[in-house]
């Protein structure tokens, strides 16, 4: 997708481990968002963050962390990753928290 | 009760149809509508947005809304196999609201 670039697209971990996903942006966009997709519940947002190093919460934010030091890059920490947390997760971008959000490819994680 | 709701499907039509794609939802101080669409293993990616009330039409997309039903609607003439998707509606109030997003209708478009 163009300028928006998550890393890795596929990730296997054990329980108990902490994991870190990147959003890497070119589009100097201020607002980034984590999201995970699951089946049967569409897009929920984890955090979101309106400047670097301004985050805030989602509906979904426990287990949870992120971080934003730069504008172009935004991470998501699992604490300590548990089974729940196998999904599909989305990094997005916009100019506006209203509209024109564009999304990354996904990383699809899978605790075991 | 979901703030949007939409129907998973799986929607099936031959190609060539007209599709109708719909979103209900609760919240009468939504004012910006969007339309994604999300291919297999894909992000999604914007389709329609719009604006308050009333249509937009972009080639053989429309998207309709109707805030006194809280009822919105994407439509596709001529459909494609290529359309066959997963389609998502979105919406927000505006200010620092997020997007709240429906589940998703599954698309197959049978050639």
């Known amino acids: 997708d163009a300028g928006i670039t998550q890393s890795p697209r596929h990730k296997v971990t054990e329980t108990g481990t902490p994991v870190t996903l990147r959003c890497h942006q070119t589009?100097?966009?201020?607002?980034m968002y984590w999201y995970r997709q699951d089946p049967g519940h569409g897009l929920r947002l984890i955090h979101y963050?309106?400047?670097?190093?301004?985050?805030d919460k989602g509906e979904v934010s426990d287990g949870y962390s992120v971080s934003r030091s730069k504008t172009e890059d935004f991470l998501l920490t699992l604490e300590s990753a548990t089974s729940s947390q196998t999904s599909v997760y989305f990094c997005?971008?916009?100019?506006?928290?209203?509209?024109?959000?564009?999304f990354g490819s996904g990383t699809r994680l899978t605790v075991v | 009760q979901k703030e949007v709701e939409q129907d998973p499907g799986p929607l099936s039509v031959p190609e060539g149809a007209i599709v109708s794609l719909n979103c209900t939802y609760s919240?009468?101080?939504?004012?910006?509508f969007m339309w994604y669409r999300q291919y297999s293993r894909k992000g999604p990616e914007l389709l329609m947005y719009?604006?308050s009330s009333g249509n937009k039409e972009d080639g053989r997309f429309t998207a309709q809304v109707d805030k006194s039903s809280k009822y919105i609607s994407l439509f596709i003439r001529d459909s494609q196999p290529s359309d066959s998707a997963t389609y998502l509606c979105a919406m927000s109030e505006g200010g620092n609201y997020q997007l709240i997003w429906g589940a998703g209708t599954k698309l197959i478009i049978k050639p």
């Open positions: 719009t604006y």
């Open positions: 919240n009468s101080a939504f004012q910006y």
């Open positions: 997005a971008i916009s100019d506006s928290v209203n509209y024109g959000y564009t």
């Open positions: 589009e100097n966009h201020r607002y």
């Open positions: 963050s309106y400047g670097v190093k301004d985050t």
